[in-house]
T-cell receptor, first 113, second 110 residues
Framework: DVKVTQSSRYLVKRTGEKVFLECVQD?????MFWYRQDPGLGLRLIYF???????EKGDIPEGYSVSREKKERFSLILESASTNQTSMYLC????????????FGAGTRLSVL | SQQGEEDPQALSIQEGENATMNCSYK?????LQWYRQNSGRGLVHLIL?????REKHSGRLRVTLDTSKKSSSLLITASRAADTASYFC??????????FGSGTRLQVQP
């Protein structure tokens, strides 16, 4: 059973706070992803990582950074949270075969007040 | 955009009826995937159809692919209340990451 674990299901933060969203995978897969999901906008890719310390910007990286120090953990960082970053955040990892099937965590619903 | 566009945005049917959702995309693909999302949860992979396949079945799911029209459809037969969810298509264009649209929200009334 595939496991992608996001550390928090719900999070409430204040404007200007530094926020860490953690994601841990159960396997040794290279590719991991962070998306945000907003009503009417679907899932939008923020960042992805294709190996330790390797990252690539997605479609909406502004206001975010990421960290991948170990293969199993991929963190999304909001350096200074803003109200427009209130959203559902979804982490995913790629599968083995076919390689590009994605396995998602349960999501973190972040509210920035 | 390379993402798939699902249609309709919302669909409401009675239990036992069939549900059909459509997906259109813009560029050539290696394969196309369908995912399901229960309310407030992550996405779950349902089925993958390769670009050289025209139809694929998995349980009550039937997926078709027409690469000449750049479209796909997902049919759920004999729907159940538990099928209530959002459904997303994800065309794999060879990029590192898949892209997802806004999905079709399916409501199955008991």
């Amino acid at each position: 059973d595939v496991k992608v674990t996001q550390s928090s299901r719900y999070l409430v933060k204040r404007t200007g706070e530094k926020v860490f969203l953690e994601c841990v995978q159960d396997m040794d897969h290279e590719n991991m992803f962070w998306y945000r999901q907003d009503p009417g906008l679907g899932l939008r890719l923020i960042y992805f990582s294709y190996d330790v310390k390797m990252k690539e910007k997605g479609d909406i990286p502004e206001g975010y950074s990421v960290s991948r120090e170990k293969k199993e953990r991929f963190s999304l960082i909001l350096e200074s949270a803003s109200t427009n970053q209130t959203s559902m955040y979804l982490c995913a990892r790629e599968g083995s075969w076919p390689k590009n099937i994605q396995y998602f965590g349960a999501g973190t619903r972040l509210s920035v007040l | 955009s390379q993402q798939g566009e699902e249609d309709p945005q919302a669909l409401s049917i009675q239990e036992g009826e069939n549900a059909t959702m459509n997906c259109s995309y813009k560029t050539s693909i290696n394969n196309l995937q369908w995912y399901r999302q229960n309310s407030g949860r992550g996405l779950v992979h349902l089925i993958l159809i390769r670009s050289n396949e025209r139809e694929k079945h998995s349980g009550r799911l039937r997926v078709t692919l027409d690469t000449s029209k750049k479209s796909s459809s997902l049919l759920i037969t004999a729907s159940r209340a538990a099928d209530t969810a959002s459904y997303f298509c994800a065309p794999d264009t060879g990029r590192r990451a898949l892209t997802f649209g806004s999905g079709t929200r399916l409501q199955v009334q008991p």
